[in-house]
């Protein structure tokens, strides 16, 4: 199983650039790479996933090196609502897709965005 | 469109009680998740179901059962509830495409087990 380590905390002010990093060293040929956004008291949100090189949406883009044991997901101009815990997911979607039993949470960085 | 909706919003449970968590979607997923969250600990994968009729053992099932008798409906059950159970549940699913695996969360719900 491929488990994911991230940093516990990160600091940052408004209008900065954020990269939080993900360790997935074990990481499986099937599996993908996702990350998702969780504020207090309520359920995770889902920001962005990728399987290899760079993939960018309208919230963030998402780096992953070719050898895959690592991905950076980076936050362009952070604002204060930006403050929440991020989740690295890596997940084997199965040859059937949908859920299985190999879908590990990270234990998330929680992002810290002050004025 | 209401998502993913889950009740309780949160309870207060004696040890040794049954209870049952439910969920309920309106999406159509095929996918549904059962997750628990416990401070220091991420969240951890209980049970999951492909699609109505199947069900899988997560990370963390022990002490926990689940049905999948339609599209909609995933209940988790605690038989017999323990202290160790105390955390906030959250139910999840998602429209697998071959290619992404979105998982759309419910609000939760916090159980307190006594």
């Known amino acids: 199983l491929a488990k994911t380590t991230q940093p516990i905390s990160m600091d940052s002010y408004e209008g900065q650039e954020v990269n939080i990093t993900c360790s997935h060293n074990n990481i499986a040929t099937n599996d993908y790479i996702t990350w998702y956004q969780q504020f207090p008291s309520q359920g995770p949100r889902f920001i962005i996933q990728g399987y290899k090189t760079k993939v960018t949406n309208e919230v963030a883009s998402l780096f992953i090196p070719a050898d895959r044991k690592s991905s950076t997901l980076s936050l362009p101009r952070v604002s204060l609502s930006d403050t929440a815990v991020y989740y690295c997911l890596v997940g084997d979607m199965g040859d059937y897709g949908g859920a299985t039993n190999k879908l590990i949470f990270g234990t998330g960085t929680l992002l810290a965005v002050q004025p | 469109i209401a998502g993913i909706t889950q009740a309780p919003t949160s309870q207060i449970l004696a040890a040794g009680r049954r209870m049952t968590l439910r969920c309920t979607q309106d999406m159509r997923h095929n996918a549904m998740y059962w997750y628990r969250q416990d401070l220091g600990l991420g969240l951890r994968l209980i049970h999951y179901?492909?699609?109505?009729?199947?069900?899988g053992k997560g990370e963390v099932p022990d002490g926990y059962s689940v049905s999948r008798a339609n599209t909609d409906d995933f209940p988790l059950t605690l038989a017999s509830a323990v202290p160790s159970q105390t955390s906030v549940y959250f139910c999840?699913?998602?429209?697998?495409?071959?290619?992404?695996?979105?998982?759309?969360f419910g609000p939760g719900t916090r159980l307190t087990v006594l």
């Open positions: 179901s492909n699609t109505a009729g199947t069900t």
């Open positions: 999840a699913s998602s429209e697998w495409d071959r290619r992404t695996d979105t998982q759309y």
